[in-house]
């Protein structure tokens, strides 16, 4: 069984960076598609970012240019880089997997989630 587990939510200033992480275990990390998703009070869960097995990266709009999603397949880890972060980027962020959904759509539903880690940005 997959098990993922995210880390390095915080609360920042407008314009302040975070690293998130997600560390995978049971599964061979490389053959899974991986993806950040966010959810804020209120609102349904989004794609924020997605990378597949060829290391093909896909990005919500609204990150774009803010956000960058990469992997350690030595580390078994997925991580999310932000900066110049905004208010409207607060939400509860989860890391999802799965071997074969691997668009932002099709990873709604994926084999597994993280327990999520909370980032809160003040103005």
């Known amino acids: 069984q997959v098990q993922l587990v995210e880390s390095g939510g915080g609360s920042v200033q407008t314009g302040g960076s975070l690293t998130l992480s997600c560390a995978m275990f049971?599964?061979?990390?490389?053959?899974?598609?991986m993806a950040w998703f966010r959810q804020a009070p209120g609102k349904v869960r989004e794609g924020v970012a997605l990378i597949d097995t060829n290391n093909n990266i896909n990005y919500a709009d609204s990150v774009k240019g803010r956000f960058t999603i990469s992997k350690d397949n030595a580390k078994n880890t997925l991580y999310l880089q932000m900066s110049s972060l905004k208010p409207e980027d607060t939400a509860k962020y989860y890391c999802?997997?799965?071997?074969?959904?691997?668009?932002?759509?099709?990873?709604?539903?994926?084999?597994?989630w993280g327990q999520g880690t909370q980032v809160t940005v003040s103005s």
């Open positions: 049971g599964y061979f990390y490389a053959s899974y598609c």
């Open positions: 999802a997997a799965d071997p074969t959904r691997c668009t932002l759509t099709l990873m709604l539903f994926p084999q597994a």
